[in-house]
């Protein structure tokens, strides 16, 4: 089991569908929207590093409005 974070930044006025996208894709936890330098941070539960970099990469980064992402693999 992996776990991963994600921090997205989200074109002006496109956070709450986003959030929505991203909680629709397998492998999301959860997707919450949040105040600061981020936008939604979207946990991932995954197995392996290799499906984190898909979600993240393929799947997120892919959704339109979607203007920047950060990723974090928990080291615990």
């Known amino acids: 089991m ?3 974070y994600v921090m997205v930044k989200a074109n002006t006025g496109e956070a ?4 929505g ?3 629709s894709i397998d ?3 959860s997707a919450h929207i ?3 330098d981020v936008d939604i941070i979207a946990k991932l539960d995954v197995g392996s590093p290799a499906r984190v970099k ?3 990469a393929d799947g997120i ?5 979607v203007e920047d992402t950060q990723t974090y693999i928990a080291m615990d």
């Open 16 to 19: 709450d569908r986003l959030r």
């Open 2 to 4: 992996v776990i991963a």
């Open 54 to 56: 898909e979600i993240a």
């Open 21 to 23: 996208a991203i909680e």
């Open 34 to 36: 949040v105040a600061g």
């Open 61 to 65: 980064q892919g959704i339109s409005g």
């Open 27 to 29: 492998g999301v936890e």
